[in-house]
């Protein structure tokens, strides 16, 4: 029978994503969700914070709150936002991600922590001892978290970035998040403007998508 997947296409770094969050938990009770991390930050692409980084990180924050209610937390703002000793790289914690994903198929749940721990919290997400720690506090076993991201680590992320990269490209998206159904091998991408901050509308309005693109058991009534 014809299953429909919600590819969602996100960095850990990524304040709109952050935002989405919500319509991510929403999504999973309809549809099955595969995540694809980025790299938004990676690589050549991480940044130290300054404050030209955190004047440009705090004007788009104040909009996605407003937009999303999701909250962004007071050692987030006035506490990492303010340390120029942190680095920004996302590839730390989409290693985790896909670690935990490889351990229980808890790579959503994880990402979720690591959103809190670093939006509400302003935990260094990057830093091995806080993914060890989050996933402990997700319920993974520490030793196995560990062997397992020493697995993913480096190569083996890269490329699971770069495969997310050439999605994004394939459907058309520039940025993050970009949520994709695929159906029977085609891919639509979503329009989230008008479900950010409305998670219950949003899980209406994806059960009527599902239902249509996924056709009833021969016999049903």
């Known amino acids: 029978m014809l299953k429909t997947i919600l590819h969602y296409l996100y960095d850990p770094l990524c304040g709109w994503c952050y935002g989405a969050a919500p319509l991510v938990t929403a999504a999973r009770a309809i549809v099955t969700v595969r ?35 999701q909250v962004f937390g007071e050692r987030y703002r006035e506490g990492l936002l303010r340390d120029t000793s942190v680095v920004l790289d996302s590839e730390p914690p989409i290693a985790a991600v896909l670690a ?13 922590r690591l959103q809190v721990a670093h939006y509400v919290h302003g935990r260094r997400i990057a830093d091995r001892a806080v993914l060890v720690s989050v996933a402990a506090e997700l319920g993974l076993e520490a030793r196995i978290f560990e062997e397992t991201l020493a697995q993913v680590q480096g190569k083996p992320t890269q490329h699971h970035i770069s495969e997310s990269r050439a999605l994004l490209e394939r ?51």
């Not at 229980?104 to 990402?111: F, H, K, N, V």
């Open 35 to 69: 995540a694809h991390g980025g790299g938004m930050m990676a690589g050549a692409n991480r940044r130290r914070v300054t404050p030209q980084v955190r004047s440009y990180v705090a004007h788009h924050d104040q909009r996605i709150a407003q937009i999303s209610r």
């Open 100 to 112: 935990a994903d490889q351990i229980g198929s808890r790579g959503l749940d994880m990402l979720e």
């Open 171 to 221: 459907v058309g998206s520039e940025g993050f998040p970009t949520f994709a159904l695929e159906a029977d091998g085609r891919l639509s991408v979503i329009d989230l403007s008008a479900h950010l901050g409305h998670p219950l509308q949003w899980q209406a309005w994806l059960r009527t998508q599902v239902s249509a693109l996924e056709p009833s058991p021969v016999g049903s009534i």
